[in-house]
């Protein structure tokens, strides 16, 4: 078994340096030389690279997103096809057990294809180009399935679907695990030359990038899902996102309840807005709190800490992450109802500080000392200032 691994690396090994040579032989590779041929071509090669490098920013954009992950891979798929008129590509992921592969991303490779070598996609010696290239945890250049012998049991499936030249590259994790492979075909037989090589190495980064950050997505997702502390992530338009069970359960609703459903739908007196707009205007995560409807009608009471989550790729802010330190049923004791910034704001209001003086001593806006007066009157049943004075003195507020 060892000869025959040492002897399918050393053809590997050959496959490459022959097809640099013969690169350099047929025009593949840069010219030494200077002169207008060069020029043209560099001019040619420039032209080409920006759209290239554009459809390599949506790959990217899509990974930062959070996209599907066959999404992922096949737009990273088109892109390289659409390097070449007679190239088709495809990645194939490994399973957990790393014995299989399988065809995540192979839009024009054919379905008979497809059907016919899944038998064969086993992580072993001698299975094709994709299962020995994950075996070997090293790149396999078939030239002709018709001829070479890792095809010798299933090289007729290639032949009659038009798939001569297979090159595949293992896509390997930072621990060297077989996360799956990179594949191209061409319908003639061939080798890669060093455009080909250039292209193979970006896609198969590119690949990893995407396979190990869906798989560090899936880890952070039910670390969220299964935290013993009650989260919530909304949009900045008040939807939610996504919840998790130990916010959920109190309100009477599963996680997947809640996702698309408005704040104000389960809240009372919503103020997400004035909230985004605290955040928005702070450079710290803002405290606050909620009354939540419960499914069943109660009303729970939530002391949170809230954070804006910004874009991966474009640092806008997208998401506001809400952590709940406390979600019980209504405080018996009214100032229990108020949050850190609601009792600043009560203190200042009671000392006969205008909006606009508190505004500036709190360092927030007028419009938002309006609305945490609005939501300190709905919270405590009391509507004029008098009566907020009277409050404040029974309950020992002292005045700033």
């Known amino acids: 078994m060892a000869d025959a691994d040492d002897g399918l690396h050393r053809r590997r090994l050959r496959g490459r340096a022959q097809c640099r040579a013969r690169g350099a032989q047929s025009g593949c590779l840069p010219a030494a030389g200077r002169g207008p041929a060069r020029m043209s071509a560099a001019t040619a090669a420039r032209e080409r690279l920006g759209p290239f490098l554009d459809s390599q920013r949506r790959v990217l954009e899509h990974i930062a997103d959070g996209a599907p992950l066959e999404e992922v891979l096949l737009t990273l798929v088109r892109l390289i096809e659409e390097q070449s008129d007679d190239m088709r590509c495809a990645v194939l992921l490994a399973d957990a057990a790393q014995t299989r592969l399988r065809f995540v991303a192979a839009p024009n490779i054919p379905q008979d294809y497809r059907a016919g070598i899944e038998p064969f996609l086993l992580i072993a010696p001698n299975m094709g180009s994709c299962g020995t290239a ?40 930072d621990d060297n695990r077989v996360l799956g492979t990179f594949a191209m075909y061409y319908d003639e037989p061939r080798l890669p030359a060093e455009e080909h090589l250039q292209l193979i190495d970006m896609a198969v980064q590119m690949a990893r990038v995407a396979i190990e950050a869906k798989a560090d997505d899936e880890i952070l997702r039910t670390i969220f899902d299964h935290s013993p502390g009650a989260m919530l992530i909304s949009d900045l338009a008040g939807a939610i996102v996504r919840a998790n069970h130990a916010f959920a359960q109190p309100l009477g609703y599963a996680p997947g309840d809640l996702h698309g459903k408005s704040l104000a739908e389960i809240t009372e007196g919503d103020d997400s807005e004035a909230l985004v707009k605290e955040l ?69 209001v009671v000392a006969g500080r205008t909006s606009k003086e508190i505004a500036a001593q709190l360092r927030i806006s007028a419009g938002s000392v309006d609305t945490y007066r609005s939501r300190i009157a709905l919270k405590l049943g009391i509507g004029d200032l008098p009566a907020l004075v009277r409050f404040a003195i029974r309950h020992g507020i002292t005045s700033v």
């Open 280 to 348: 928005l205007a702070s450079t710290t995560e803002v405290s606050s709190d909620r009354r939540y409807r419960a499914r069943d009608g109660r009303v729970l009471w939530a002391r949170e800490r809230s954070a804006l989550r910004h874009d991966a790729s474009s640092g806008e802010p997208r998401y506001v992450l809400t952590h709940v330190e406390k979600l019980s049923e209504l405080a018996d004791d009214p100032l229990e109802r108020l949050s850190r910034r609601e009792r600043q704001v009560l203190e200042r």
């Open 134 to 173: 994950a075996y070997l945890k090293q790149p396999v250049y078939t030239r002709d399935t018709a001829s070479d012998p890792l095809w010798e049991n299933c090289g007729e499936i290639a032949v009659r679907n038009g798939l001569r030249a297979i090159w595949s590259t293992p896509i390997l994790a």
